[in-house]
């Protein structure tokens, strides 16, 4: 399968929820209960990529997969931490998408001058049906160590989820830090 990176452009919103919908229709992976419309999607792909990188990965000009950064916390001093996140589309799942997608938006993070990198997980007491460990697992296989779970926070499908975050540091920590450059240099 040939793969294609790329900055994510409006026109993406439509494709993209539709990968997004499945996570939040059958999974617990995404702890939203309804699916937003494309309008709202959209915003939310405005919003961010007006500072940091969405990706999209796309197979004979199908989209399969997306990832994008957002800001860790709106506190100033947060400036060089960034959240990922990154879905795969359900019928390509465990094929290279998502670790392929994050070497991308790590390798931009650390062109922008971000140093440490986070996700929030949801993982089950026991694997069901609706959710397993297997975005951890991802993570692990990353280089991102655990570094804190929040116990049944989050509720979905009549079972209560744990949420672990997740943390990779890619830069290095200065008296002096450089200021971040907000850019994405995906083509």
Not at 84 to 97: E, N, P, W
Not at 122 to 129: G, N, Q, R
Request: with cysteine.
């Amino acid at each position: 399968m040939k793969l294609l990176l790329r900055r994510a452009v409006p026109q993406d919103a439509a494709a993209l929820l539709d990968i997004y919908a499945y996570y939040v229709k059958y999974t617990a992976i995404s702890f939203e209960y309804d699916v937003p419309d494309e309008e709202e999607f959209l915003q939310r792909m405005k919003r961010i990529s007006a500072k940091y990188p969405y990706i999209v990965a796309e197979t004979e000009g199908r989209a399969v997969g997306f990832a994008f950064a957002a800001p860790f916390s709106d506190r100033s001093a947060y400036d060089w931490s960034a959240e990922l996140t990154v879905y795969a589309h359900k019928d390509y799942q465990k094929c290279g998408i998502g670790g392929l997608l994050y070497s991308e938006l790590e390798s931009a993070l650390g062109k922008m001058g971000v140093t440490n990198l986070y996700a929030r997980i949801a993982v089950p007491e026991t694997e069901d049906k609706y959710l397993t460990d297997n975005s951890l697992g991802f993570h692990k296989h990353l280089g991102y160590s655990v570094v804190g779970r929040f116990h049944k926070c989050g509720y979905k499908f009549s079972t209560w989820y744990d949420m672990v975050y997740v943390e990779k540091i890619i830069g290095s920590h200065f008296t002096k830090q450089e200021d971040i450059t907000y850019f994405c240099d995906i083509k």
